[in-house]
């Protein structure tokens, strides 16, 4: 029992670590409420210059790029979400997105302030 149980925790620490080693990089949180989602990424370093964010009809692309690090993360999106009301916010090395909820809308750029 207690061999099963360790090649067990050995498997999933070799299926997942890829996964892991990405979530250390840029850990985030996403959390949802009644009137949206909330999206905060760890991004020390990286400053509202050095990153950019755009969504369209089925994507939210955050993409940060400084001279010695780079980073790329993409959420599913569906038409829920107000495109044109998303709001973006770095300080502090955390980058803090809120996606008000709504029928449909165009794909545009986010400005981070």
Do not use: C, W
């Amino acid at each position: 029992m207690i061999l099963t149980t360790n090649l067990l925790d050995n498997f999933f620490d070799d299926t997942f670590a890829i996964r892991r080693m990405n979530e250390m990089k840029n850990p985030n949180e996403v959390t949802h409420d009644d009137d949206g989602a909330t999206i905060k990424l760890k991004v020390p370093g990286f400053n509202k210059k050095s990153i950019d964010i755009s969504v369209d009809s089925e994507t939210l692309t955050i993409e940060g790029k400084t001279d010695d690090d780079s980073f790329v993360k993409k959420y599913s999106i569906d038409t829920k979400y107000d495109f044109d009301s998303i709001d973006a916010k770095v300080s502090d090395g955390l980058l803090t997105l809120s996606l008000p909820y709504k029928a449909e809308v165009k794909p545009r750029k986010i400005k981070v302030n």
